[in-house]
T-cell receptor, first 113, second 115 residues
Protein backbone atom coordinates (compact mmCIF):
# COMPACT_ATOMS: atom_id res chain seq x y z
CA UNK A 1 0.00 0.00 0.00
CA UNK A 2 0.88 3.64 -0.20
CA UNK A 3 1.31 4.03 3.54
CA UNK A 4 1.20 2.15 6.81
CA UNK A 5 -2.33 0.99 7.50
CA UNK A 6 -3.65 0.19 10.95
CA UNK A 7 -6.97 -1.40 11.79
CA UNK A 8 -9.21 -0.82 13.54
CA UNK A 9 -8.93 2.94 13.90
CA UNK A 10 -10.71 2.79 17.23
CA UNK A 11 -11.46 -0.12 19.52
CA UNK A 12 -13.52 -0.15 22.69
CA UNK A 13 -13.35 -3.30 24.77
CA UNK A 14 -14.35 -4.44 28.20
CA UNK A 15 -11.83 -5.07 30.93
CA UNK A 16 -10.59 -8.64 30.78
CA UNK A 17 -11.24 -9.15 27.07
CA UNK A 18 -8.72 -10.08 24.39
CA UNK A 19 -7.92 -7.69 21.53
CA UNK A 20 -5.91 -7.81 18.33
CA UNK A 21 -4.55 -4.76 16.56
CA UNK A 22 -3.37 -5.06 12.98
CA UNK A 23 -0.62 -3.26 11.13
CA UNK A 24 -0.05 -3.45 7.37
CA UNK A 25 3.35 -1.87 6.61
CA UNK A 26 4.59 -0.27 3.43
CA UNK A 27 5.33 -2.96 0.87
CA UNK A 28 8.97 -4.01 0.92
CA UNK A 29 9.74 -2.58 4.35
CA UNK A 30 11.56 -5.17 6.41
CA UNK A 31 11.53 -3.29 9.70
CA UNK A 32 8.32 -2.87 11.68
CA UNK A 33 7.80 -1.20 15.04
CA UNK A 34 5.00 -0.95 17.57
CA UNK A 35 4.75 2.01 19.93
CA UNK A 36 2.23 2.92 22.61
CA UNK A 37 1.21 6.52 23.22
CA UNK A 38 -0.62 7.31 26.42
CA UNK A 39 -2.56 10.55 26.79
CA UNK A 40 -0.26 13.56 26.99
CA UNK A 41 2.88 11.52 26.40
CA UNK A 42 5.22 10.71 23.56
CA UNK A 43 5.17 7.29 21.95
CA UNK A 44 6.96 4.54 23.88
CA UNK A 45 8.64 1.63 22.16
CA UNK A 46 7.06 -1.79 22.48
CA UNK A 47 8.62 -4.15 19.94
CA UNK A 48 10.71 -4.16 16.76
CA UNK A 49 10.60 -6.77 14.00
CA UNK A 50 13.23 -7.30 11.35
CA UNK A 51 11.56 -9.58 8.86
CA UNK A 52 9.59 -12.26 10.66
CA UNK A 53 11.53 -12.21 13.89
CA UNK A 54 11.19 -9.94 16.90
CA UNK A 55 14.63 -8.35 17.11
CA UNK A 56 13.80 -6.40 20.25
CA UNK A 57 10.74 -6.92 22.45
CA UNK A 58 12.15 -5.17 25.49
CA UNK A 59 9.35 -2.60 25.52
CA UNK A 60 6.48 -5.03 26.00
CA UNK A 61 5.18 -4.18 29.47
CA UNK A 62 4.24 -7.70 30.57
CA UNK A 63 3.31 -11.13 29.29
CA UNK A 64 -0.23 -10.05 28.42
CA UNK A 65 1.25 -8.35 25.36
CA UNK A 66 2.43 -10.34 22.37
CA UNK A 67 3.10 -9.50 18.72
CA UNK A 68 3.64 -11.58 15.62
CA UNK A 69 4.69 -11.03 12.04
CA UNK A 70 4.51 -14.52 10.54
CA UNK A 71 5.23 -13.70 6.89
CA UNK A 72 7.39 -10.65 7.35
CA UNK A 73 4.67 -8.23 6.30
CA UNK A 74 1.47 -7.75 8.33
CA UNK A 75 1.88 -7.67 12.08
CA UNK A 76 -0.64 -8.23 14.84
CA UNK A 77 -0.32 -6.91 18.37
CA UNK A 78 -2.26 -9.07 20.79
CA UNK A 79 -3.32 -8.04 24.27
CA UNK A 80 -4.81 -10.57 26.66
CA UNK A 81 -6.96 -9.83 29.74
CA UNK A 82 -7.04 -6.12 28.95
CA UNK A 83 -6.84 -3.63 31.79
CA UNK A 84 -8.00 -0.01 31.93
CA UNK A 85 -4.34 1.03 32.01
CA UNK A 86 -3.88 -0.45 28.54
CA UNK A 87 -6.00 2.38 27.11
CA UNK A 88 -3.79 4.30 24.70
CA UNK A 89 -3.06 4.91 21.04
CA UNK A 90 -1.05 2.07 19.56
CA UNK A 91 1.14 3.24 16.69
CA UNK A 92 2.81 1.09 14.10
CA UNK A 93 5.71 2.20 11.91
CA UNK A 94 7.75 0.59 9.17
CA UNK A 95 11.05 1.38 7.50
CA UNK A 96 13.01 -0.01 4.58
CA UNK A 97 15.68 -1.27 6.94
CA UNK A 98 16.62 -0.31 10.46
CA UNK A 99 17.75 3.31 10.92
CA UNK A 100 16.18 4.56 7.72
CA UNK A 101 13.16 6.84 7.95
CA UNK A 102 10.26 5.27 9.80
CA UNK A 103 6.77 5.88 8.41
CA UNK A 104 3.91 5.79 10.86
CA UNK A 105 0.32 4.71 10.57
CA UNK A 106 -2.56 6.63 12.08
CA UNK A 107 -2.71 4.37 15.08
CA UNK A 108 -5.41 2.44 16.85
CA UNK A 109 -7.03 4.13 19.81
CA UNK A 110 -7.78 1.41 22.34
CA UNK A 111 -10.20 2.18 25.14
CA UNK A 112 -10.71 -0.37 27.88
CA UNK A 113 -13.89 0.21 29.90
CA UNK B 1 19.65 4.57 28.26
CA UNK B 2 18.75 7.66 26.32
CA UNK B 3 16.34 10.33 27.45
CA UNK B 4 14.71 13.15 25.51
CA UNK B 5 13.31 16.21 27.26
CA UNK B 6 10.92 18.80 25.87
CA UNK B 7 10.40 21.47 28.49
CA UNK B 8 7.67 23.41 26.69
CA UNK B 9 4.31 21.64 26.94
CA UNK B 10 2.65 24.39 24.90
CA UNK B 11 3.76 27.16 22.59
CA UNK B 12 1.87 29.65 20.48
CA UNK B 13 2.92 31.92 17.64
CA UNK B 14 1.29 34.51 15.45
CA UNK B 15 0.76 33.43 11.88
CA UNK B 16 3.74 34.35 9.66
CA UNK B 17 6.03 34.76 12.67
CA UNK B 18 8.90 32.51 13.78
CA UNK B 19 8.85 30.09 16.70
CA UNK B 20 11.49 27.87 18.26
CA UNK B 21 10.73 24.59 20.03
CA UNK B 22 13.31 23.27 22.48
CA UNK B 23 14.65 19.76 22.96
CA UNK B 24 17.50 18.38 25.01
CA UNK B 25 18.67 14.80 25.20
CA UNK B 26 21.04 12.65 27.15
CA UNK B 27 23.16 9.86 25.73
CA UNK B 28 26.64 8.41 26.09
CA UNK B 29 26.81 7.54 22.42
CA UNK B 30 28.54 9.57 19.74
CA UNK B 31 26.75 8.35 16.61
CA UNK B 32 23.01 8.83 16.46
CA UNK B 33 20.15 10.57 14.68
CA UNK B 34 17.77 13.19 15.96
CA UNK B 35 14.32 13.88 14.56
CA UNK B 36 11.41 16.24 14.85
CA UNK B 37 8.02 14.66 14.21
CA UNK B 38 4.70 16.45 13.80
CA UNK B 39 1.50 14.81 15.03
CA UNK B 40 -1.74 16.48 13.91
CA UNK B 41 -5.15 15.39 15.28
CA UNK B 42 -5.15 12.56 12.73
CA UNK B 43 -2.57 10.93 15.05
CA UNK B 44 -0.14 10.06 12.24
CA UNK B 45 3.44 10.96 13.10
CA UNK B 46 4.99 12.87 10.20
CA UNK B 47 8.73 13.38 9.91
CA UNK B 48 9.57 17.07 9.76
CA UNK B 49 13.35 17.06 9.81
CA UNK B 50 16.31 14.78 10.59
CA UNK B 51 19.82 15.51 11.83
CA UNK B 52 22.77 13.11 11.80
CA UNK B 53 24.99 13.60 14.83
CA UNK B 54 28.25 13.40 12.91
CA UNK B 55 27.21 16.26 10.63
CA UNK B 56 28.04 19.69 12.01
CA UNK B 57 25.84 21.51 9.53
CA UNK B 58 22.32 22.15 10.78
CA UNK B 59 19.58 20.48 8.75
CA UNK B 60 17.00 22.60 6.96
CA UNK B 61 13.77 21.68 5.17
CA UNK B 62 12.06 24.69 3.63
CA UNK B 63 10.59 26.70 6.55
CA UNK B 64 11.95 24.25 9.14
CA UNK B 65 15.49 24.32 10.48
CA UNK B 66 17.29 23.00 13.50
CA UNK B 67 19.94 24.33 15.84
CA UNK B 68 21.99 21.25 16.75
CA UNK B 69 24.47 21.77 19.60
CA UNK B 70 26.12 18.38 20.11
CA UNK B 71 28.24 19.32 23.10
CA UNK B 72 25.24 20.82 24.87
CA UNK B 73 23.00 17.95 23.70
CA UNK B 74 20.47 20.41 22.44
CA UNK B 75 18.33 20.11 19.32
CA UNK B 76 15.83 22.93 18.79
CA UNK B 77 13.40 23.34 15.89
CA UNK B 78 12.78 26.70 14.27
CA UNK B 79 9.65 27.21 12.21
CA UNK B 80 9.72 30.31 10.05
CA UNK B 81 6.71 32.03 8.48
CA UNK B 82 4.34 29.95 10.62
CA UNK B 83 1.20 28.75 8.90
CA UNK B 84 -2.13 27.57 10.24
CA UNK B 85 -1.34 24.08 9.03
CA UNK B 86 1.67 23.94 11.34
CA UNK B 87 -0.60 23.63 14.35
CA UNK B 88 0.06 20.20 15.89
CA UNK B 89 1.97 18.32 18.56
CA UNK B 90 5.70 18.28 17.88
CA UNK B 91 7.90 15.50 19.20
CA UNK B 92 11.66 15.38 19.38
CA UNK B 93 13.12 11.87 19.02
CA UNK B 94 16.47 10.09 19.22
CA UNK B 95 17.77 6.88 17.69
CA UNK B 96 21.16 5.30 18.16
CA UNK B 97 23.13 4.23 15.11
CA UNK B 98 24.44 1.19 16.94
CA UNK B 99 22.14 -1.79 17.14
CA UNK B 100 19.32 -0.24 19.14
CA UNK B 101 16.60 0.35 16.57
CA UNK B 102 14.03 2.09 18.69
CA UNK B 103 13.09 5.74 18.69
CA UNK B 104 13.04 7.48 22.05
CA UNK B 105 10.56 10.37 22.10
CA UNK B 106 10.11 13.42 24.26
CA UNK B 107 6.75 14.32 25.78
CA UNK B 108 5.87 16.76 23.03
CA UNK B 109 5.06 20.43 22.56
CA UNK B 110 1.62 21.54 21.46
CA UNK B 111 1.98 24.35 18.94
CA UNK B 112 -0.90 26.75 18.39
CA UNK B 113 -0.93 29.19 15.48
CA UNK B 114 -2.78 32.44 16.13
CA UNK B 115 -4.42 33.85 12.98
Amino acid sequence: GAGVSQTPSNKVTEKGKYVELRCDPISGHTALYWYRQSLGQGPEFLIYFQGTGAADDSGLPNDRFFAVRPEGSVSTLKIQRTERGDSAVYLCASSLTGHTEAFFGQGTRLTVV
Amino acid sequence: AQTVTQSQPEMSVQEAETVTLSCTYDTSESDYYLFWYKQPPSRQMILVIRQEAYKQQNATENRFSVNFQKAAKSFSLKISDSQLGDAAMYFCAFISNFGNEKLTFGTGTRLTIIP
